[in-house]
């Protein structure tokens, strides 16, 4: 079976999916997603090992 080269997204087959608008590539990043993720973590840690001294 012989099949001509695609170079569309076949994944927006559907009319409803076609009238979308392309997903973003680039979402913005939180500059501080490390600082609070880093917070959390430690705040976390504090909490329990508190809890075993007491």
Do not use: Y
């Not at 939180?30 to 809890?51: E, G, M, P, R, Y």
């Amino acid at each position: 079976m012989k099949r001509p080269l695609v170079l569309t997204n076949e994944a927006a087959g559907h009319p409803f999916r076609r009238s979308l608008p392309p997903p973003l590539a680039a979402r913005q990043r939180d500059d501080d997603h490390d600082l609070k993720l880093f917070v959390l973590s430690f705040t976390a840690f504090f909490i329990c090992f508190w809890t075993f001294l007491l």
